[in-house]
């Protein structure tokens, strides 16, 4: 039977056991973390320096790397899964280099203080939930308006009208004026009649055709025949998929950076 244990903590190991015990966890993908003053450099599509301070390093299963300040929820240097590591000991300091292939991209941090490392083999099934606020609802449709319908062009968004705020305001691929109303739960009656005094409100200001779209994940019923009744239109949004274009968009905006 293996002596490896689930979970192998040291305190203050020297660049010596660092170097052994990083080396033996990447051979079995476990994660690591590792606290101590590092630096970093990064080489690819562009180059940056980390100066020397306090932080954590995170190398996951997976093969992705974190570099985190004690300070702040996001990494201040990071590379995604599918890395390949080198390690060794360099003047007085053990360094780890992440590469990735395509692009290529190199991330290497030095240690020269080591006072916490940590190889783990962690088991996670759990299902994770994510859900949009309707101000996400509404920041998805701008970004990517085919969520409501293909040629459909936002021009502005919390519009000023009599009755309220109109969420999304564009036109559709007919050229014809779209007041969109967001719902991130089960829309009811309401829901629809504000939409219908937006649409009323734009009437006679605006010398076109004004489509009303109630956007939701779902109506209660009897909303559909008063939808019908008052001439405007329902599409289904999950906001689950709202959240997750957001969340895909904000990933490119970080890996663009770096």
Known sequence: MSSWKPVLVLKMPTKEKTLE????ALSRRRMIIIAGNCWADYHGRARSTLNPGERILIIKEDGSVLVHRPKGYEPVNWQPPGCIFHSGLREDAFFIKAVRRKPRETL???FDEIYFLATMSLMDEGEFSLYASEEDMQEAIMIQPSLVEDGLQPITYEKKVEPGFIDVYGIDKDGRMVVIEIKRRTAGKEAA??????VDSLKS????????????????KGVQKLLLTLGLEFKRLDPKKCAEILEKRKARSLEDFY
């Open 21 to 24: 015990t990083v080396r033996s």
């Open 108 to 110: 290497q941090i030095f």
């Open 193 to 198: 009649l504000q939409l219908s005094r937006y």
């Open 205 to 220: 200001t605006v010398n076109r055709e004004i489509r009303g779209i109630l956007v939701a994940p779902k109506i209660a």
